[in-house]
């Protein structure tokens, strides 16, 4: 009964401090809002006691995501070049209403379906040990080709940020 | 426990919040966080399946791995762009770079 108290407080927070990110005046408090939101995420995952994942959202998005969006946002300041920060565009309304259409759908969508095989109280948790073998017996070959793309990302981005002295 | 509709509308609600923010929003990093927002929910998701559907395979949750990798190297991508974009141009409006070169 605790549980489900305390997880409707979360989603309610998750939800305002996500709202808070795409309708906040100032990018940096969507920022600050988009670090709630991920722990949010991250105590949710909780909430299904699958433990390593809720470490992996708080290690990668709290930590390392987080200040790479800040860096991005102290290193393009529009303010500082003398214009001012765009905040919404003649586009709003519409996506206001794909957004809404697209809200309503998935919640019917969510609401209205049998789900075949629910457990429902009867969910356990899934260990560590199960999703370490899973990974590394089944799904071996995309666990290397993630370790080559985040390498080739990395080398990508390292090279389009680099200044270039020569021209 | 609570039943696993409520992730699962939990979830649509940040993924539609993230898509407003990138059809709407007209800053760079802005639409990058959107983008984030909408990762999660659907992250969120795959786990909500994983835990209630399928716990022995745990294939929801591998994937939900995957995407988080893959949303970092995405991220820091995006962001040299945008970094590269604001140098040449001044600006990170996503409506200003609508040329593919200049």
Known sequence: MTTEVLWWIFAVA????????????????????????????????????????????????????TVLILLALMLTRMGIAGRPEPTTGVQAPFGALV?????????????????????????????????????????????????????VAFIGAIVIARQEDED | MVPMENYLVLSGIIFSLGVYGVLARRNAVLVLMSVELMLNAVSLNFVAFSAYLDPDKATGIIFAVFVIAVAAAE????????????????????????????
Do not use: C, K
Not at chain 1, 39 to 55: H, K, N, Q, R, S
Not at chain 1, 116 to 127: E, H, I, M, T
Not at chain 2, 94 to 101: G, I, K
């Open chain 1, 14 to 65: 998750i939800v305002a401090v996500s709202a808070g990110v795409v309708f906040a005046r100032t990018v940096i408090h969507s920022a600050i809002f988009l670090i709630l939101s991920l722990a949010g995420v991250g105590a949710m995952y909780l909430f299904l006691t699958i433990e390593f994942i809720a470490l992996v959202q708080f290690l990668i998005y709290g930590g390392a995501v």
């Open chain 1, 99 to 151: 957004a809404a259409g697209l809200m309503a759908t998935l919640i019917g969508v969510a609401v209205s379906t049998a789900w075949p095989g629910d457990l429902g109280q009867n969910a356990v948790a899934v260990s560590i040990e199960n999703i370490g073998e899973q990974m590394f017996q089944n799904f071996g070959a995309p666990f290397m080709i993630t370790a080559a793309l985040l390498l």
């Open chain 2, 75 to 102: 991220v820091g991508l995006a962001l040299a762009i945008v970094i590269r974009l604001f140098r040449n141009r001044s600006t990170a409006n996503v409506d200003e770079a609508a040329t593919m070169r200049w």
